[in-house]
């Protein structure tokens, strides 16, 4: 019983460790004024090589870990982010790039706007910023890779 534990225990802890040193993303825009996506763009470049963490952009959610969205909701692209997040399989992250991500930013009060992201799809980290940085995003995904390694 003490050895099924043990073999238990460790299957997981390699799974985790695999988990976390492979976070396949995919990028989409919600509604927002493409600055974050640029810094998105950048993100991606060999400049920051956040391959080095396991970060790969993905074209497809079926093959995705993270969503990294930007921009608010609107009412046109509400159907579109709630389609990619149930694509992608479990289990899966969803990160909130920009204020305008989190709360609307700008675009707030805007009659086609709903507001963050999270009022479509549960979000698991927010990245603040007008844009939001690159360093900031990677900053996130150092967070993300701890919560994976400790369970959460
Ligand atoms: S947070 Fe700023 S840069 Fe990013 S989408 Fe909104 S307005 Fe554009």
């Not at 299957?11 to 927002?32: D, E, F, P, T």
């Not at 909701?73 to 991500?101: D, F, N």
């Not at 995904?141 to 400790?150: D, K, M, P």
Request: contains cysteine; hydrophobic residues 40%.
């Amino acid at each position: 019983m003490k050895g099924t534990t043990r073999l238990r225990q460790t299957i997981n802890s390699i799974y985790r460790w695999a988990q976390k040193n492979s976070l396949w993303v995919i990028h989409y825009n919600s509604g927002g004024c493409n600055g974050c996506d640029i810094e998105i763009l950048d993100l991606l470049t060999p400049r920051y090589d956040v391959e080095r963490l396991g970060i790969l952009a993905e074209g497809s959610p079926r093959h995705a870990d993270v969503l990294l969205c930007t921009g608010p909701v609107t009412r046109q692209s509400k159907e579109g982010l709630w389609q990619i997040y149930s694509q992608m399989p479990s289990p899966k992250w969803v990160v909130a790039v920009g204020s305008c991500s989190i709360t609307g930013g700008v675009f707030q009060g805007s009659p086609t706007v709903l507001g963050g992201i999270d009022k479509v799809v549960p979000v698991d980290l927010y990245v603040p910023g007008c844009a939001a940085r690159p360093e900031a995003i990677i900053a996130a995904f150092v967070q993300l890779r701890e919560r994976i390694a400790h369970g959460k």
